[in-house]
């Protein structure tokens, strides 16, 4: 193993921890800090890939932005606390489609790319300069819809959120 | 480098932590954070076949899809703050007006 795989080991065991944490936690704000903890770890992860725009864009856009989202909404809604209150009854019937879920991916995953067969490829680096090259080139019509998609949302959770004057 | 199952690995189990948060959580905003947490396993996937297949393309469609979960949260969101306004719970499973 290389140096890169065992800094991975550790961000993906971290990242994992954090991951179930945040489905299990008691507390809502515990669970939006575990999100954190998640997410800069999917971002160090991305970094050792050599996705170097892709990390600083997962720290900028889902650390910064929406974590603090997921934090206003739950100061503005009374969040309870504790498992009965969080969870719902379906919790054992949702363990259990989940570990499903996670076996039958470890299983294709094993079937398609063996562990003891694959080779790690040569490190693919990108500089932010390629993603630009080829997201200004290639994908310039899907960058448009989603500035369209971006304001369309913006306006519709203003119009959403409004409260009504004429209603009360 | 990494070999390429070992972030599969990661992504699948970041998949089914979300797959279970959905399911079992009552609280809505709790179930917009396990949807972050899915969107987060396709987004790992996306990277690392690009890696492994030396290809940039794999980091543009992570990007798209950053953008689409950022608007997804801002209208969730919303929607739950109007919830809390109209019933005074965001529980999932208490709003059923529609339910068949």
């Known amino acids: 193993m290389s140096a890169q795989e065992y800094a991975f080991v550790v961000l993906a065991v971290v990242g994992s921890v954090s991951a179930i944490s945040v489905v299990l936690a008691r507390n809502v704000v515990h669970a939006a800090l575990y999100l954190v903890i998640t997410l800069l770890s999917v971002g160090g992860v991305y970094l050792l890939l050599g996705a170097e725009f892709v990390a600083w864009v997962q720290i900028l856009i889902y650390v910064g932005a929406i974590v603090i989202l997921f934090l206003f909404g739950l100061m503005l809604t009374k969040a309870p606390i504790g498992r009965d209150m969080l969870d719902n009854q379906n919790r054992w019937i949702g363990g259990i489609v989940g570990f499903g879920v996670f076996l039958g991916l470890v299983f294709l995953i094993q079937d398609a790319f063996r562990v003891q067969d694959s080779v790690a490829a040569s490190t693919f680096r990108t500089t932010t300069a390629d993603v630009g090259v080829s997201l200004f080139r290639d994908y310039v019509l899907p960058f448009e819809a989603v500035s369209f998609l971006l304001l369309a949302a913006l306006i519709g959770a203003v119009v959403l959120a409004r409260k009504d004057a004429e209603a009360k | ?100």
Not at chain 2, 30 to 48: D, G, P, Q, Y
């Open chain 2, 1 to 100: 480098m990494i070999r390429l199952p070992f972030v599969l690995f990661f992504a699948a189990l970041l998949f089914s932590a979300g797959v279970y948060g959905v399911l079992a959580r009552r609280n809505a905003v709790m179930v917009l954070m396990a949807i972050e947490l899915m969107l987060n396993a396709v987004n790992v996937n996306l990277v690392a076949f690009g890696s492994q297949l030396q290809d940039v393309t794999g980091q543009i469609f992570a990007l798209f899809v950053i953008a689409v979960a950022a608007a997804e949260v801002g209208i969730g969101l919303a929607i739950v703050i109007l919830l809390y306004r109209n019933r005074e719970s965001i529980n999932v499973d208490e709003v059923n007006l529609l339910k068949w």
